[in-house]
Nanobody, 123 residues
């Protein structure tokens, strides 16, 4: 069974950092494009960052460029999202997802999803 499990969310103050982890079981992440998406209350799910399986190229949404970094550790079958300089508008449930076909960083292309981890940025 293909499964993704996110961890690392929590409550932080503006300006602080968090690192989210996305661990896979039942399949090898090496062959999948992995994306981080988020959904805030009352808003649509949006793509935050993706990393491709083919060449490791990355994509970042404009709102997180320069603050967030996506990386993968194939030995641990895990993808990370390092989030620095967090802002209240980063508050959301963060999901990781896997795409076997290497499409764009859009939720509709991703077929395997984790359950999400809540990130709250508040003073």
């Amino acid at each position: 069974q293909l499964q993704l499990v996110e961890s690392g969310g929590g409550l932080v103050q503006p300006g602080e950092s968090l690192r989210l982890s996305c661990a896979a079981s039942g399949f090898t992440l090496d062959y999948y494009t992995i994306g981080w998406f988020r959904q805030a209350p009352g808003k649509e799910r949006e793509g935050v960052s993706c990393i491709s399986s083919s060449d490791g190229s990355t994509y970042y949404a404009d709102s997180v460029t320069g603050r967030f970094t996506i990386s993968r550790d194939n030995a641990r079958n895990t993808v990370y999202l390092r989030m620095n300089s967090l802002k209240p508008e980063d508050t959301a449930v963060y999901y990781c997802a896997a795409d076997r076909l290497g499409g764009p960083c859009l939720a509709k292309y991703f077929g395997v999803w984790g359950q999400g981890t809540l990130v709250t940025v508040s003073s």
